[in-house]
């Protein structure tokens, strides 16, 4: 069982700029792999981007210019910064984690709103 507290969601003005953070805790010692995932209602959900325990980084290419992934491993927490926000980054985000035996692991989400 893994928990998540995801913050730092909310509305933001088009240009803006957000972090969102999770902290995972619970069976969180065979971490692979955390990441953003968003989803807007009636459309294809798709990941933001992700870290590997490594630090290597992989960004959707809608985003891979105006975000920043980062984590930090001795707490299990981690950071999306997504800067110069649109319209359309408007989405409910979610934490995952994905452990070395490939179970994904969701958190409850976090609402992300950019006016504009």
């Known amino acids: 069982q893994v928990d998540f507290v995801e913050s730092g969601g909310g509305l933001v003005q088009a240009g803006g700029s957000l972090r969102l953070s999770c902290a995972a805790s619970?069976?969180?010692?065979?971490?692979?792999?955390m990441g953003w995932y968003r989803q807007v209602p009636g459309k294809q959900g798709e990941y933001v981007a992700t870290?590997?325990?490594?630090?290597?980084?992989n960004y959707t290419d809608s985003v891979k210019d105006r975000a920043t992934i980062s984590r930090d491993s001795a707490t299990n927490t981690v950071y999306l910064v997504l800067n110069s926000l649109r319209p359309e980054d408007t989405a409910v985000y979610y934490c995952?984690?994905?452990?070395?035996?490939?179970?994904?692991?969701w958190g409850q989400g976090t609402q992300v709103t950019v006016s504009s």
């Open positions: 870290i590997t325990d490594g630090g290597r980084t």
């Open positions: 619970g069976a969180t010692f065979s971490t692979k792999t």
């Open positions: 995952t984690l994905l452990n070395i035996l490939s179970r994904t692991y």
